[in-house]
């Protein structure tokens, strides 16, 4: 598709150097993105398309409602791997946060937790592509999915198999009405990226007992 679009960096050239470092980006249905501010003036570059109302765009697959009114798009995403989740559509505003860690500690694992250890990566690949949608033991925004540690850790009813099959395609484990989780194939997050989220989550049920 072609959009009318507004750099995103535009946008945001009027904040001041010493505002938050997250860009928080809240849809009509309940989906919170957080983008870290770092991506913004990387090799990627994000777009915010605006839907005219005389020309509406197509509606979304399986839904009756388009990407619009305001859809986040990334040109240049192939290069630094921007998650599927970073896009979000139908927005309804934009915010200037701190860091998900900062507002929430109980998500963060320890400070002396070495920056490559896999809980810790798995800390990042669940702020990048679960927290838009889940809470976890109440932190966070997102409405969309359940809590993944309230009332009972996901970690605890799902086998190590069982989540990774859910992550890969949530309709061949379970389905309900209302379902919105959309499959995570391997080009967007890797084997690797799945291992070391249990791994995270693990972590967080461990110390939290």
């Given at each position: 598709m072609s959009y009318r679009a507004v750099p995103l960096s535009t946008l945001l050239s009027a904040l001041p150097p010493d505002s938050d470092d997250t860009i928080q980006a809240t849809a009509i249905d309940g989906f919170v993105a957080e983008l870290p501010r770092t991506l913004i003036g990387g090799v990627a570059v994000p777009w915010l398309a605006v839907e005219e109302p005389p020309h509406p765009w197509p509606h979304l697959a399986g839904k009756t409602v388009s990407a619009g009114p305001f859809y986040l798009v990334w040109q240049g995403f192939e290069r630094?791997?921007?998650?599927?989740?970073?896009?979000?559509?139908?927005?309804?505003?934009?915010?200037?946060?701190?860091?998900?860690?900062?507002?929430?500690?109980?998500?963060?694992v320890d400070a002396s937790v070495p920056e490559d250890a896999p809980a810790r990566r798995g800390q990042a690949v669940f702020i990048a592509?679960?927290?838009?949608?889940?809470?976890l033991g109440?932190?966070?925004?997102?409405?969309?999915?359940?809590?993944?540690?309230?009332?009972?850790?996901?970690?605890?009813?799902?086998?190590e198999a069982g989540l990774h099959a859910l992550i890969r395609n949530p309709a061949?484990?379970?389905?309900?009405?209302?379902?919105q989780m959309p499959a995570f194939d391997t080009a967007t997050m890797a084997d690797s990226d799945i291992d070391v989220f249990i791994v995270y989550l693990r972590y967080l049920a461990a110390r939290l007992k």
């Amino acid at each position: 598709m072609s959009y009318r679009a507004v750099p995103l960096s535009t946008l945001l050239s009027a904040l001041p150097p010493d505002s938050d470092d997250t860009i928080q980006a809240t849809a009509i249905d309940g989906f919170v993105a957080e983008l870290p501010r770092t991506l913004i003036g990387g090799v990627a570059v994000p777009w915010l398309a605006v839907e005219e109302p005389p020309h509406p765009w197509p509606h979304l697959a399986g839904k009756t409602v388009s990407a619009g009114p305001f859809y986040l798009v990334w040109q240049g995403f192939e290069r630094v791997g921007i998650s599927t989740e970073q896009w979000p559509y139908a927005l309804a505003a934009l915010s200037v946060v701190p860091s998900p860690i900062q507002r929430w500690p109980a998500i963060a694992v320890d400070a002396s937790v070495p920056e490559d250890a896999p809980a810790r990566r798995g800390q990042a690949v669940f702020i990048a592509n679960c927290l838009p949608c889940h809470r976890l033991g109440g932190s966070g925004e997102g409405t969309v999915g359940p809590d993944l540690r309230r009332p009972m850790p996901a970690i605890v009813y799902f086998t190590e198999a069982g989540l990774h099959a859910l992550i890969r395609n949530p309709a061949a484990v379970r389905g309900w009405p209302a379902q919105q989780m959309p499959a995570f194939d391997t080009a967007t997050m890797a084997d690797s990226d799945i291992d070391v989220f249990i791994v995270y989550l693990r972590y967080l049920a461990a110390r939290l007992k």
